[in-house]
T-cell receptor, first 113, second 108 residues
Framework: NAGVMQNPRHLVRRRGQEARLRCSPM?????VYWYRQLPEEGLKFMVY????????ESGMPKERFSAEFPKEGPSILRIQQVVRGDSAAYFC???????????FGEGSWLTVV | RKEVEQDPGPFNVPEGATVAFNCTYS??????FFWYRQDCRKEPKLLMS?????NEDGRFTAQLNRASQYISLLIRDSKLSDSATYLC?????????WGLGTSLGVNP
């Protein structure tokens, strides 16, 4: 299955720790998107990346959150000094250059205790 | 005003019923439109794209009215397996803007 792969699927962190979520796009895709879904809320755009470039990070919180998509390897969403409010499902999606169809990974569920 | 608005429901209908969901969006420059389906604690899955000419896929029909900035989804002959949350999605420069979803429960 060459779909969008996210790991870990479930992650538990204590307040103040760091969380790293990884996303490998679908084969042949060079565009990656991260979305967050808070409990009982809709999905919210966070960031759109191409290889080695952040194209749109307008949905990223100003502090503690960062994302990268290196030339080699998966895209990483990094959350430093996690707080309870960071508990959410984080979905990664990818598309080809045209961006007409966006495919989602199965999500990473972060729980901050 | 929210960028994408949907009636949250829930809609509870018997098997075989026809159900319609509506959605409005605020950005008239939005480029493309979709309906996604999301099951509990799963990723959203594309149900269908939405075109001004209307499009149909089996029991599902989607319609877009750009003048009114309105999108609809019609499900005919509902099945138990249609129970899910249906998300109206608008694409603004590769940034997907999501409605909060409409919850559908199909009962035997």
């Amino acid at each position: 299955n060459a779909g969008v792969m996210q790991n870990p699927r479930h992650l538990v962190r204590r307040r103040g720790q760091e969380a790293r979520l990884r996303c490998s796009p679908m084969k042949g895709h060079s565009h990656v998107y991260w979305y967050r879904q808070l409990p009982e809320e809709g999905l919210k755009f966070m960031v759109y990346l191409q290889k080695e470039n952040i194209i749109d990070e307008s949905g990223m919180p100003k502090e503690r959150f960062s994302a990268e998509f290196p030339k080699e390897g998966p895209s990483i969403l990094r959350i430093q000094q996690v707080v309870r409010g960071d508990s959410a499902a984080y979905f990664c999606a990818s598309s080809d250059r045209g961006g007409n169809t966006i495919y989602f990974g199965e999500g990473s569920w972060l729980t901050v205790v | 005003r929210k960028e994408v608005e949907q009636d949250p429901g829930p809609f509870n209908v018997p098997e075989g019923a026809t159900v319609a969901f509506n959605c409005t969006y605020s950005n008239s420059a939005s480029q493309s439109f979709f309906w996604y389906r999301q099951d509990c604690r799963k990723e959203p899955k594309l149900l269908m794209s939405v075109y001004s000419s209307g499009n149909e896929d089996g029991r599902f029909t989607a319609q877009l009215n750009r003048a009114s900035q309105y999108i609809s989804l019609l499900i005919r002959d509902s099945k138990l397996s249609d129970s899910a949350t249906y998300l109206c999605v608008v694409n603004n420069n590769r940034k997907l803007i999501w409605g909060l979803g409409t919850s559908l429960g199909v009962n035997p």
